[in-house]
């Protein structure tokens, strides 16, 4: 009994994406099949890198093949593709990006810096071509975290700035443009030029993924960002108490107002594991993140521990998921990465066009 080209298209339209809920031939990744009697060969192509379903895809399309009638052996070659929202992220301000991630918080203190960072990096390792914006203007942490605080870019033209590139990353802060004890007070106006030049002015090439570390609270600066780019989606990060929750409202209502979805919520400093024995202990209590994604319906992206190594790392500028790759603090920051990874895919399989303000 011979095997069609057909056959294994129908057996590939039975396996659903989980994360997508659609099939894989309607999503448009099985690519080049190619038949030889009783074998094929076909390629899956993955809408992200760090797809956080693979193992499930692969076990499904693995058994669909099986079944198909006659067919003795098969070779999936595996592959990834980032999508970009319709229209695309950038606009006409950054045309060779994908897909723009802002990461923010409705407060201070919870290590909103400390996950943009970790994530972004954890992006870049499972193969990802990943920015690092700075725009935490009033306290740009970024260059310390990364290892480039006594680094500063250059500009090949006199009108444009190359990115410093660290640990996978293209990154850019206004902490490379200022002096390390110098105040920022600048009125919107100011905040928002300059805001621009970053993102206008810098030569970002082809990314799937630009991460932009918000300032805390719901600011002129969130709200420039928010306003001027088309941003895939953003993440909020909380520490556990309960009292975080007024705080995760207020950003989550920002980002509502200028419609933008929110990816999810990032439980940071989650539970103190000692390092003598292991033990954890929950300082600032335990469940606030999940409680506030329950009360706003939208995904709960994963807790990250409170270890000394996450200290350290930020410290020494080697972010903890490359210094200390197989600690558990960096599985955590991973398993956020593939969940974040994987809510893009699904915002850009039902995105629809939509106007940009285009900054002047």
């Not at 443009?177 to 621009?196: C, F, K, N, S, Y």
């Not at 990250?304 to 200390?324: N, Y």
Request: hydrophobic residues 45%; charged residues 20%.
């Amino acid at each position: 009994m011979s095997v069609s080209q057909a056959d294994v298209m129908t057996a590939m339209s039975k396996v659903i994406d989980p994360e997508l809920h659609v099939d894989l031939v309607k999503a448009g990744m099985v690519k080049d099949v190619r038949v030889t009697g009783d074998t094929v060969k076909l390629k899956i192509e993955l809408t992200t890198p760090a797809c956080p379903m693979k193992g499930k895809i692969q076990a499904d399309a693995e058994a669909a093949l099986k079944a198909v009638p006659g067919l003795k052996s098969f070779d999936i070659e595996w592959g990834a593709q980032v999508r970009g929202v319709a229209g695309g992220s950038g606009g006409a301000l950054l045309p060779g990006v994908k897909n723009i991630l802002l990461v923010g918080a409705g407060k201070g203190g919870v290590g909103k810096s400390t996950v943009a960072v970790n994530l972004a990096t954890s992006l870049a390792q499972h193969g990802a071509k990943v920015g690092l914006l700075d725009a935490d203007f009033y306290g740009p942490s970024v260059p310390l975290m990364t290892g480039t605080a006594d680094k500063r870019p250059v500009s090949p033209n006199g009108k444009t700035l190359d990115p410093l590139v660290a640990h996978g990353l293209k990154i850019m802060s206004i902490g490379f443009l200022v002096e390390a004890d110098q105040a920022l007070i600048w009125r919107g106006p100011m905040l928002h030029g300059a805001l621009m030049q970053l993102v206008r002015d810098v030569n970002w090439g082809e990314l799937d993924y630009l991460i932009l570390d918000l300032p805390p609270g719901t600011g002129d600066v969130a709200l420039t960002l928010s306003q001027s780019v088309r941003a895939a989606g953003a993440v909020l990060v909380t520490t556990p108490q309960d009292v975080a929750l007024a705080d995760v409202v207020r950003a989550k209502q920002m980002f509502d107002k200028v419609h933008i979805p929110v990816l999810g919520i990032v439980e940071n400093m989650s539970q103190f594991i000692c390092p003598h024995c292991n033990k954890s202990t929950p300082i600032f209590n335990h469940g606030g993140g999940h409680k506030a994604a329950e009360m706003f319906g939208i995904p709960f992206l994963g807790e990250i521990p409170l270890d000394l190594k996450v200290r350290e790392a930020g410290d020494s500028g080697v972010p903890v998921v490359v210094g200390h790759k197989d600690s558990p603090e960096a599985k955590a920051f991973q398993d956020v990465a593939r969940a974040v990874a994987g809510r893009v895919s699904a915002q850009t399989m039902k995105s629809v066009p939509l106007p940009v303000m285009q900054a002047r």
